[in-house]
C-alpha cells in the first residue's frame, strides 16, 4: 500500500459520500475512519467548480467523535461539534446503512496517487455499471492495514491526534 498521503482538514461541507462506496468502519480511541471510493468534492481545493469530481480512493476521518448513528438524521449538535452524513454504500460484506456522525471535524485523506475524474469510479458490478477500478487494487485498499494512515496523521504538524 502506498504510504503517502495528503490530509484536507478544510471543507468538509463539499464532500459528498451520497454516491461512493465503503470498506469497513474502523475506530481508534475517539475517532472513526473509512476508506472510500468514489467520493466527490465541489467547490473544494481539490475541485473548485460546482461540477463533482469523484476521488477513486481516500479516506474520511472522523475526529473527535461524539455521537454515531445508523439510519437517523439528527440535527441537535453540542457546541463544538459538527453533524456529518456518510451515506457510502458497503462493499464489504456489513449491511447497508446510513451514518450521522457527530463529531469535532471531518478530514478528508488522499493516497499520494490518489485520482481525480468528472466520471464515478465504479468498484464493483452493479445493474446499472461495470466496474473501472481494478479488483484486486480495490481489494488491498479495502482491506489493507490503516495504521499507516493513522501514523501519517499523527506526526502532521498541528495533528488533532
Same mark, same amino acid.
Given at each position: 500500500m502506498n504510504k503517502s498521503y495528503k490530509v484536507f482538514y478544510e471543507g468538509s461541507d463539499e464532500i459528498n459520500t451520497s454516491e461512493g462506496y465503503r470498506g469497513a468502519i474502523k475506530i481508534i480511541d475517539n475517532h472513526v475512519i473509512i476508506?472510500?471510493?468514489?467520493?466527490s468534492v465541489?467547490?473544494?481545493?481539490?475541485n473548485k467548480t460546482k461540477e463533482n469530481n469523484f476521488i477513486d480512493y481516500c479516506y474520511l476521518f472522523y475526529l473527535n467523535?461524539? $455521537?454515531f448513528h445508523f439510519n437517523t438524521v439528527l440535527n441537535n449538535v453540542s457546541e463544538g461539534t459538527e453533524m456529518y452524513y456518510n451515506g457510502c454504500a458497503s462493499i464489504v460484506g456489513a449491511e447497508q446503512f446510513e451514518a450521522s456522525i457527530e463529531c469535532k471535524k471531518l478530514c478528508l485523506i488522499l493516497r499520494s496517487d490518489s485520482r481525480l475524474s468528472t466520471k464515478m469510479w465504479i468498484?464493483?458490478? $452493479?445493474p446499472a455499471f461495470r466496474p473501472n477500478l481494478d479488483k484486486s487494487e480495490v481489494y488491498e485498499f479495502l482491506h489493507s492495514d490503516i495504521n499507516p494512515v493513522i501514523d501519517f496523521i499523527k506526526y502532521q504538524e498541528n495533528s488533532p491526534l
Open positions: 476508506p472510500c471510493i468514489n467520493v465541489t467547490e473544494h481545493s481539490l467523535v461524539k $455521537t468498484p464493483i458490478e $452493479t
